[in-house]
């Protein structure tokens, strides 16, 4: 598992021992960051959206809600002047009798369900109100605004206006008689009912506030909730806004996106203020981020099991290959690795099967090699340069054969004589490798041994006179051993020189054969030829018996060999020191 | 020679103006010096009149319109409204001055209306908004109506210092019309100012454009 955080700096490297671990931390890891960048700029993108959006809303909202004031007002304005055309009404308001006007008044406002209903003098006087909130003879409040009505050619006014504390929304209209004798108010109370209403048409919070006395905003109508309704005006005062142009407010902790738009009105400031609650437009968008994060989460997990599959299908085909590695190392060839993959690491699976494959043949060769050669020569022949050509170094030759083998295998078929002559072979063969001696070849039923090549040893031709003892005794055994009951034995003769000879790699480039060359091979070879001759076991040459001083010996003759000019000593051995071995 | 000459060309715009002796032509103009329609000019002596005759004073309904728009009578005067259209007009007014009505009614009412108290009584019909008139009751029997040039001509006037004064059913001080004084033996021709306030044109019912619904 990695030693630290997987985000690191150069400066800070990570060392994961395991693949595993490393797939699944860069894979997580880009996952994450990828996904955590998207998920955070979607979700500020949502968040601009949604505040665009509503603001946008907002600003229909407030057109909407112009709209509909001025259509009320229109249709004021329309009820009205079909009172006042009214000829009995004109007539009354002619008469001028308070009282009759009065009653006159009020029974109009009641024909159009109108909240008030007034009269006013051409100069601005109050003549009647069904409201009774403005004395007869006292000057009209909202004056100003039929005169600048009037400067503009306009020919009725509408405006919202404080009586009794209370809102209204009038409109002004001349008595024309025929010409304007007086002016007629007519006005409907704004408050709640208006918000619900201008609520249904645009679907977001209204409140109208007007501004007190005392500069702060007094709501008179809303249809907020009565939490939120006491924190409007704080929040108004507190928060910079501009008209017509949407900011968030805080409202009892919940943000509302407020747009506020001035009326028109006279003398008192009165705005209304549309509003969406945040949280509640955002909610489809924060579903959305919650789908988002629920994805976000499942492809952690799915990544998470995606990589350790993906990682161990190249893990487990790796450890494979190592551990048969390992197994190839300690020699166990085994068999080759079942991986059904079709992708590189099978390829590499493969691969590495057929390296095996040849490992395990050249490893066979070796060994026959050494079987055909010898170890040692074996060993020589690989690890040293395979040339043609040898060094001159002394050597000590034995010979061994069988006697009388022509008469053995007369008697016998050829399949029993190959199965004796291996027997017969195995066993002395092993005497002469314990010795540390190489067999050179095998000529039929006869065994050339060496001693002294390819390597040497100071007592080599002690070696091989004991070599050639313990044969004899290892034939005996093996007689005794392989036919106790029948009687005829088998009788081998040896014969050993020490002499200077070649000892290479002799043959051509394509086949060769490694062995020795010289005079001293073929003394040793004639050696063995007399043993028959003078009826002894191990015959040697006085080279060989100067040089293994430590048995015993005894002068057989001395004799010209055929191929050789000079004369040679020649002496048979008697056995290992000590108590005498009786010859056979 | 060159004496009798000018004395001739005198006479000779003396009979080609015609202005008698008791005859005055007032020139009403507004503010802007351009001549002034349907103004009223009235002349008023220190002296008190005697009483005359009071001739019958008509004011028509033609087309839908009050026909002349503006009359002038003395204080006294019966007014008849003949309706003249085929359609019946509701007449009415209620000017301090005389407030009446007529309701819808055909042809000629029996009765004229009697004009008792000085002032302006502005005509109107009950059921045509646009139609208006208007009706000075004056108390000089001296009165006269400027023609489409703004001109006036007073007859008859007593051999005394008058006051020439000039109503304009749209003067924008209609309590205080131009005044000034005139002699006899002053120039024959007076000019008056009178400040008016821009004429609005009511809109004919059934004469407009189809409004589509808004």
């Given at each position: 598992?990695?030693?630290?955080?997987?985000?690191?700096?150069?400066?800070?490297?990570?060392?994961?021992?395991?693949?595993?671990?490393r797939?699944?931390?860069?894979?997580?890891?880009?996952?994450?960051?990828?996904?955590?960048?998207?998920?955070?700029?979607?979700?500020?993108?949502?968040?601009?959206?949604?505040?665009?959006?509503?603001?946008?809303?907002?600003?229909?909202?407030?057109?909407?809600?112009?709209?509909?004031?001025?259509?009320?007002?229109?249709?004021?304005?329309e009820?009205?002047?079909?009172?006042?055309?009214?000829?009995?009404?004109?007539?009354?308001?002619?008469?001028?009798?308070?009282?009759?006007?009065?009653?006159?008044?009020?029974?109009?406002?009641?024909?159009?369900?109108?909240?008030?209903?007034?009269?006013?003098?051409?100069?601005?006087?109050?003549?009647?109100?069904?409201?009774?909130?403005?004395?007869?003879?006292?000057?009209?409040?909202?004056?100003?605004?039929?005169?600048?009505?009037?400067e503009?050619?306009?020919?009725?006014?509408?405006?919202?206006?404080?009586?009794?504390?209370?809102?209204?929304?009038?409109?002004?209209?001349?008595?024309?008689?025929?010409?304007?004798?007086?002016w007629?108010?007519?006005?409907?109370r704004?408050?709640?009912?208006?918000?619900?209403?201008?609520?249904?048409?645009?679907?977001?919070?209204v409140?109208?506030?007007?501004?007190?006395?005392?500069?702060?905003?007094?709501?008179?109508?809303?249809?907020?909730?009565?939490?939120?309704?006491?924190?409007?005006?704080?929040?108004?005062?507190?928060?910079?806004?501009?008209?017509?142009?949407?900011?968030?407010?805080?409202?009892?902790?919940?943000?509302?996106?407020?747009?506020?738009?001035?009326?028109?009105?006279?003398?008192?400031?009165?705005?209304?203020?549309?509003?969406?609650?945040?949280?509640?437009?955002?909610?489809?968008?924060?579903?959305?981020?919650?789908?988002?994060?629920?994805?976000?989460?499942?492809?952690?997990?799915?990544?998470?099991?995606?990589?350790?599959?993906?990682?161990?299908?190249?893990?487990?085909?790796?450890?494979?290959?190592?551990?048969?590695?390992?197994?190839?190392?300690?020699?166990?060839?085994?068999e080759?690795?079942?991986?059904?993959?079709?992708?590189?690491?099978?390829?590499?699976?493969?691969?590495?099967?057929?390296?095996?494959?040849?490992?395990?043949?050249?490893?066979?060769?070796?060994g026959?090699?050494?079987?055909?050669?010898?170890?040692?020569?074996?060993?020589?022949?690989?690890?040293?340069?395979?040339?043609?050509?040898?060094?001159?170094?002394?050597?000590?030759?034995?010979?061994?054969?069988?006697?009388?083998?022509?008469?053995?295998s007369?008697?016998?078929?050829?399949?029993?004589?190959?199965?004796?002559?291996?027997?017969?072979?195995?066993?002395?063969?092993?005497?002469?490798?314990?010795?540390?001696?190489?067999?050179?070849?095998?000529?039929?039923?006869?065994m050339?041994?060496?001693?002294?090549?390819p390597l040497?040893?100071p007592?080599?031709?002690?070696?091989?006179?004991?070599?050639a003892?313990?044969?004899?005794?290892?034939?005996?055994?093996?007689?005794?051993?392989?036919?106790?009951?029948?009687?005829?034995?088998?009788?081998?003769?040896?014969?050993?020189?020490?002499?200077?000879?070649?000892?290479?790699?002799?043959?051509?480039?394509?086949?060769?054969?490694?062995?020795?060359?010289?005079?001293?091979?073929?003394?040793?070879?004639?050696?063995?030829?007399?043993?028959?001759?003078?009826?002894?076991?191990?015959?040697?040459?006085?080279?060989?018996?100067?040089?293994?001083?430590?048995?015993?010996?005894?002068?057989?003759?001395?004799?010209?060999?055929?191929?050789?000019?000079?004369?040679?000593?020649?002496?048979?051995?008697?056995?290992?020191?000590?108590?005498?071995?009786?010859?056979? | 020679?060159?004496?009798?000459?000018?004395?001739?060309?005198?006479?000779?715009?003396?009979?080609?103006?015609?202005?008698?002796?008791?005859e005055?032509?007032?020139?009403?103009?507004?503010?802007?010096?351009?001549?002034?329609?349907?103004?009223?000019?009235?002349?008023?002596?220190?002296?008190?009149?005697?009483?005359?005759?009071?001739?019958?004073?008509?004011?028509?309904?033609?087309?839908?319109?009050?026909?002349?728009?503006?009359?002038?009578?003395?204080?006294?005067?019966?007014?008849?409204f003949?309706?003249?259209?085929?359609?019946?007009?509701?007449?009415?007014?209620?000017?301090?001055?005389?407030?009446?009505?007529?309701?819808?009614?055909?042809?000629?009412?029996?009765?004229?209306?009697?004009?008792?108290?000085?002032?302006l009584?502005?005509?109107?019909?009950?059921?045509?908004?646009?139609?208006?008139g208007?009706?000075?009751?004056?108390?000089?029997?001296?009165?006269?109506?400027?023609?489409?040039?703004?001109?006036?001509?007073?007859?008859?006037?007593?051999?005394?210092?008058?006051?020439?004064a000039?109503?304009?059913?749209?003067?924008?001080?209609?309590?205080?019309?131009?005044?000034?004084?005139?002699?006899?033996?002053?120039?024959?021709?007076?000019?008056?100012?009178?400040?008016?306030?821009?004429?609005?044109?009511?809109?004919?019912?059934?004469?407009?454009a189809?409004?589509?619904?808004?």
């Amino acid at each position: 598992m990695p030693a630290a955080a997987p985000h690191a700096t150069t400066a800070d490297r990570v060392r994961f021992t395991s693949f595993q671990a490393r797939l699944l931390t860069w894979f997580l890891g880009l996952f994450v960051v990828v996904q955590a960048a998207g998920l955070y700029l979607v979700g500020a993108a949502q968040e601009r959206n949604a505040l665009n959006q509503i603001g946008a809303a907002l600003e229909v909202g407030a057109g909407v809600f112009h709209r509909l004031i001025d259509a009320r007002a229109e249709r004021l304005v329309e009820a009205a002047r079909l009172q006042s055309a009214d000829f009995a009404f004109k007539q009354a308001c002619a008469i001028g009798d308070r009282a009759t006007i009065l009653s006159v008044l009020q029974n109009q406002q009641s024909r159009i369900g109108a909240d008030l209903m007034l009269l006013a003098d051409l100069d601005y006087t109050v003549v009647a109100d069904t409201l009774d909130s403005l004395a007869p003879g006292s000057p009209l409040p909202f004056s100003a605004a039929i005169e600048d009505a009037l400067e503009r050619g306009e020919e009725w006014t509408t405006t919202i206006v404080f009586l009794a504390g209370r809102p209204y929304q009038i409109v002004v209209v001349p008595l024309l008689a025929p010409l304007p004798t007086a002016w007629i108010a007519v006005g409907f109370r704004l408050g709640d009912p208006l918000a619900a209403e201008i609520r249904r048409l645009t679907l977001t919070h209204v409140s109208l506030l007007r501004r007190g006395d005392a500069g702060a905003w007094e709501p008179f109508a809303t249809t907020l909730p009565a939490v939120r309704r006491a924190a409007l005006a704080p929040a108004l005062a507190g928060a910079a806004w501009a008209p017509d142009r949407s900011v968030t407010l805080p409202l009892a902790g919940e943000g509302f996106v407020t747009l506020v738009t001035s009326l028109e009105t006279g003398a008192i400031p009165v705005v209304a203020v549309l509003q969406r609650s945040l949280p509640e437009a955002l909610a489809p968008y924060r579903r959305l981020r919650a789908v988002l994060l629920g994805l976000f989460a499942g492809g952690v997990v799915l990544s998470a099991i995606a990589g350790h599959r993906i990682a161990r299908l190249v893990t487990r085909p790796v450890l494979q290959i190592a551990a048969r590695a390992r197994r190839v190392e300690a020699g166990e060839y085994g068999e080759p690795l079942q991986i059904r993959q079709q992708d590189e690491l099978g390829r590499l699976a493969t691969s590495f099967n057929r390296m095996v494959q040849g490992l395990a043949e050249r490893d066979k060769v070796r060994g026959l090699l050494g079987k055909v050669v010898s170890p040692a020569i074996a060993h020589e022949l690989l690890t040293g340069e395979i040339a043609l050509g040898g060094e001159e170094r002394e050597v000590t030759v034995l010979f061994a054969d069988i006697r009388d083998f022509t008469t053995l295998s007369e008697r016998r078929s050829p399949q029993e004589i190959l199965v004796l002559l291996n027997s017969y072979l195995t066993c002395v063969t092993a005497v002469v490798e314990t010795n540390g001696g190489v067999v050179d070849k095998y000529i039929g039923d006869g065994m050339m041994a060496l001693f002294g090549a390819p390597l040497s040893h100071p007592d080599d031709a002690s070696r091989a006179v004991r070599t050639a003892v313990q044969m004899i005794a290892a034939v005996r055994a093996w007689n005794r051993e392989r036919d106790p009951l029948h009687p005829e034995a088998i009788r081998i003769g040896i014969g050993i020189h020490t002499g200077r000879a070649v000892a290479g790699n002799m043959g051509s480039a394509t086949r060769l054969n490694y062995t020795v060359i010289g005079d001293a091979v073929n003394l040793a070879s004639r050696l063995e030829g007399l043993s028959k001759t003078y009826g002894a076991a191990i015959v040697v040459s006085m080279a060989t018996r100067e040089r293994a001083p430590e048995f015993g010996y005894r002068e057989i003759d001395r004799v010209r060999v055929r191929g050789r000019e000079a004369e040679v000593t020649i002496f048979e051995v008697l056995g290992e020191p000590g108590p005498a071995s009786p010859a056979e | 020679m060159r004496c009798l000459s000018g004395w001739g060309i005198a006479l000779l715009l003396a009979s080609l103006t015609r202005v008698a002796a008791g005859e005055l032509v007032v020139q009403v103009r507004d503010a802007r010096g351009r001549p002034l329609a349907n103004a009223v000019v009235t002349a008023t002596g220190s002296a008190s009149v005697a009483e005359g005759e009071r001739p019958a004073a008509t004011i028509d309904q033609i087309d839908q319109e009050f026909v002349p728009q503006v009359s002038v009578v003395r204080v006294g005067t019966a007014v008849r409204f003949p309706n003249q259209d085929n359609i019946r007009h509701h007449v009415y007014s209620f000017s301090p001055a005389k407030q009446f009505e007529l309701p819808l009614y055909k042809g000629t009412p029996a009765a004229p209306v009697l004009f008792d108290r000085p002032g302006l009584v502005v005509l109107g019909c009950n059921i045509h908004d646009w139609m208006l008139g208007y009706l000075y009751v004056v108390q000089t029997p001296w009165f006269a109506r400027t023609d489409a040039e703004g001109r006036a001509l007073l007859t008859g006037l007593p051999d005394a210092p008058l006051e020439i004064a000039a109503l304009h059913p749209r003067a924008k001080f209609p309590e205080a019309p131009p005044r000034t004084r005139w002699s006899p033996g002053d120039a024959t021709t007076l000019t008056l100012e009178v400040p008016v306030r821009a004429e609005v044109q009511r809109p004919r019912a059934g004469r407009s454009a189809a409004r589509d619904y808004r």
